[in-house]
Each structure stands twice: as structure tokens, then as C-alpha cells.
T-cell receptor
């Protein structure tokens, strides 16, 4: 696999339920980012990991959101007690420190909260 | 943070013409600026990066300029093709270097 993989591609959930998304970055990429994108807008930063350390979090990341990267490889993003306003595309990207800042994005997980 | 403005209107051009997209920012000058392409329902794909000390960068039919005085980048696609139809996003690094700020994107349609 040569790209960033995100699962699931689509998720429909009822308001109040918890959801978890997974991101598998490109092998050996030590930087991992989560972004959220709503229709007609550019991606908005949520959080950044270098290896297993979460080094930066956006104010958008409320206490209902949590992200982990336990072994410095794959990452999960969990949203608890989902709200309709959480409906968006959740994008994961990875890059390798020292090889330029350009990021490689996955196809995203489209979340719909009904 | 950074405020980024891209062409708010969708851009329609005739095949074979040059498309020019604009990215303006208002706050600090970034160390580098990137352009990405995004197709509907898919993640952004990296196209080009230009650093603050570079005026121009080219890759095949793509050209990016960076004017730190005007706080503006221009993205050109020469000899445009219908396959170039997509949304194009510019992204600037943050002052921490740990994230990118994206513009809202410009939708380009190349008409055969």
C-alpha cells in the first residue's frame, strides 16, 4: 500500500452515538494530521502527531473529540455524543519529517449525523 | 492564525487557455506555500510547494509565483485540459510549523 488509508469511507450515525475513525499513514511517515472539511470550505486543522506524541490540537477539537496514535503508526479519531454539526469529511494526512512539508491525504471519512 | 482568500467565484475557461488562480493572505508571511488539487469526494492531492525565498516554481504545465510583498501567490495552469477541472486549494504553514491553513479553494472548470 503506497497511500494513506482511511476507514470507514462513509459513516451514518444517530445523534448522541459515538464514532471512531481509523487512519493508516504511509509507512515510515512520522507526522500525522487530522483535518475536518465541510462543504464549500477548505480543510480545517484538528490535531497533529509526531510519532506517538500529540503535539498540537485545534480549539475546534472539543472535549468530545479525542485522537490517539498509540504506537506511532495508525491513528484513531473518536467523536463522543455526536451532534449534527459534526457532519463533515474527516481527512487524515501524513508526511515524513526532513522530506519536505507536503502532506499526503487519505480519501477521507464522510460522517453524517442524523 | 492566518486569513487566506482564494477566488471566491468559480472559474470557467476554454480548453487550451491558461487558468490563473489567486491566493491572498493577510497576516504573517509563511515559510512556504503549497497548492493542492481536490476532486469531489476525495482528499486533496499535493501539486507544488514554493518557499518564501523563491519567486517562481514550475512543474510541467503548472507554475506558481510567490510575492511576499503583495502577500499573494498565483497558480497558473497552461494549455488547460478538461481533466484539470477540480477545486484547487492553497495552504500556508502555521507559525508553529505543525499544521497548514487552507483557503476555501477555487473551483475550476475547463470547457472542451
Amino acid at each position: 500500500d503506497t497511500g494513506v488509508s482511511q476507514n470507514p469511507r462513509h459513516k451514518i450515525t444517530k445523534r448522541g452515538q459515538n464514532v471512531t475513525f481509523r487512519c493508516d499513514p504511509i509507512s515510515e511517515h512520522n507526522r500525522l494530521y487530522w483535518y475536518r472539511q465541510t462543504l464549500g470550505q477548505g480543510p480545517e486543522f484538528l490535531t497533529y502527531f509526531q510519532n506517538e506524541a500529540q503535539l498540537e490540537k485545534s480549539r475546534l477539537l472539543s472535549d468530545r473529540f479525542s485522537a490517539e496514535r498509540p504506537k506511532g503508526s495508525f491513528s484513531t479519531l473518536e467523536i463522543q455524543r455526536t451532534e449534527q454539526g459534526d457532519s463533515a469529511m474527516y481527512l487524515c494526512a501524513s508526511s515524513l519529517a526532513g522530506q519536505g512539508p507536503e502532506a499526503f491525504f487519505g480519501q477521507g471519512t464522510r460522517l453524517t449525523v442524523v | 492564525s492566518q486569513k487566506i482568500e482564494q477566488n471566491s467565484e468559480a472559474l470557467n475557461i476554454q480548453e487550451g487557455k491558461t487558468a490563473t488562480l489567486t491566493c491572498n493572505y493577510t497576516n504573517y508571511s509563511p515559510a512556504y506555500l503549497q497548492w493542492y488539487r481536490q476532486d469531489p469526494g476525495r482528499g486533496p492531492v499535493f501539486l507544488l510547494l514554493i518557499r518564501e525565498n523563491e519567486k517562481e516554481k514550475r512543474k510541467e504545465r503548472l507554475k506558481v509565483t510567490f510575492d511576499t510583498t503583495l502577500k499573494q501567490s498565483l497558480f497558473h495552469i497552461t494549455a488547460s485540459q478538461p481533466a484539470d477541472s477540480a477545486t484547487y486549494l492553497c495552504a500556508l504553514d502555521s507559525n508553529t510549523g505543525n499544521q497548514f491553513y487552507f483557503g476555501t479553494g477555487t473551483s475550476l472548470t475547463v470547457i472542451p
